[in-house]
């Protein structure tokens, strides 16, 4: 009986990612998923999620186990606690609410059960945590999917789900602990058959290799408005902007002791998709829906790092405070800042 009692699931944020990560999780029949939305709850509520994907096909009206649209407090709700929580949201830390904020009704700061699953983008996302929680078991989860969710409640899955998972570093935690962990969550992620899912033992080598697509042509994009097939037909695109991007996150990886190769993964990431797919990479996409962008974990974390550690990183430096102001632009947008009342000329 015991053995095959399923494991409890939060997972916040259901969009695009979290949509097909909580389908995989429940198709393998060894996880019960709950939910948590925001702008989509209604119509997931209300009907379930309408996918097309190129793992599972068509799937109509589907609805995870439990759908609620706040973190539940599990205390004032007597809840157990979930075996795992896993964040699929956008991490943007320049933009409260924090993710230790946001998760803290559900995973209380002296967590010992509850394992954290940040299936998201960047460097030193787990940081937070360490402070926050420091006896919790975060994973890292590193993900290549291509899903967006164009409609709320409707998901679009084009390029198929590829997840690497791995322990971040904890000192109170011991190796045994973090590998068997990261092992069991591979195991019921996968259990449906129906996606590529990875226990990864490098976790510092998958995100630094991520970057150099994220922290170069991801925000390229989003500057220019331009995507990734018209970046690369561009006057000086490629050469004058990406290459020299990733070039110095290659640099800063190296110095901080990971490989990744010299020009071969700078040219295999400018090709990674083709040309004519015209793909708008998902910060160029936010740009575009007027939402903020996760430039600190994909810029500001990989340009600090590689600074402090003296890797000249004169573009990824301009790139970072490019999205900076555009970042300030839709806050002022968003009515977060306030500034000076606009005067007449001559007053
Ligand atoms: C959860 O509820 C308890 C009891 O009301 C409260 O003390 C606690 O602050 C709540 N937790 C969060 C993170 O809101
Ligand atoms: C956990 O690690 C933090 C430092 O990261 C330390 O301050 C704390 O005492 C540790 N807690 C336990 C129970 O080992």
Same mark, same amino acid.
């Given at each position: ?16 990612? !979290?949509a097909i990560?909580?389908l ?15 702008? @989509?709850?209604?119509? /997931?509520?209300?009907?379930?999620y309408q996918i097309d994907s190129?793992?599972h096909g068509v799937v109509k @009206?589907w609805?995870?186990?439990? %759908? ?9 709700? =007597? +809840? ?43 460097? @030193?996302?787990?940081?937070?945590? +360490? ?7 975060? +994973?890292? !989860? ?12 409707v998901v679009v899955q ?13 000192? #109170? ?28 033992? #490098? ?6 290799? *991520? ?26 695109? /490629?050469? !004058? ?5 990733? =070039? ?9 002791? /990971? ?27 936010? /740009?575009?829906?007027? @939402? ?13 790092? !590689?600074?402090?550690?003296? %890797? ?20 002022? *947008? ?6 000076? *009342? ?6």
């Open positions: 009986m015991s053995d095959i009692k399923k494991k409890s699931v939060l997972l916040i944020g259901g969009g695009g990612v !979290g990560a909580a995989n999780l429940e198709l393998g029949g060894l996880a019960t998923v709950t939910v948590v939305l925001r702008s @989509n709850f209604n119509a /997931v509520n209300d009907k379930g190129c793992d @009206n609805k995870p186990s439990h %759908v609620l649209n706040s973190v539940p407090n599990i205390t004032t709700e =007597r +809840l157990p606690p979930y075996d795992y929580i896993i964040l699929t949201t956008k991490n943007c830390p320049d933009v409260p609410p924090s993710v230790a904020s946001l998760v803290g009704p559900a995973l209380p700061a002296s967590n010992t059960h509850t394992v954290l699953v940040l299936i998201q983008n960047g460097l @030193n996302i787990e940081k937070p945590f +360490l402070a926050s929680h420091p006896n919790t078991l975060v +994973l890292s !989860g590193v993900s290549l999917i291509g899903s967006a969710e164009p409609e709320h409640g084009e390029d198929k789900d590829r997840l690497l998972i791995g322990a971040f570093e904890n000192p #109170n935690i011991s190796d045994e602990v973090k590998k068997t962990k990261a092992e069991e969550f591979v195991h019921i992620y996968g259990a449906g058959g129906k996606t590529d899912v990875k226990h990864s033992q #490098n976790v510092e080598y998958d995100r630094w290799r *991520k970057l150099v697509y994220n922290a170069c042509l991801n925000p390229i994009c989003a500057i220019t408005g331009l995507d990734t097939g018209r970046i690369r037909l561009a006057d000086g695109g /490629v050469e !004058g902007l990406v290459r020299p991007a990733m =070039r110095e996150i290659v640099e800063a990886a190296k110095k901080k002791g /990971v490989d990744l190769g010299g020009d071969e993964v700078v040219d295999w990431m400018i090709e990674v998709d083709a040309l004519e797919l015209y793909l708008q990479p998902s910060m160029l996409m936010d /740009v575009n829906k007027g @939402n903020f962008i996760e430039f600190e974990n994909l810029l500001g974390e990989p340009l600090r790092e !590689g600074q402090a550690i003296g %890797v000249p990183m004169p573009t990824v430096q301009v790139l970072y405070q490019l999205a900076k102001a555009i970042q300030w632009r839709t806050k002022e *947008k968003r009515g977060l800042v306030d500034i000076p *009342k606009k005067k007449k000329a001559g007053e």
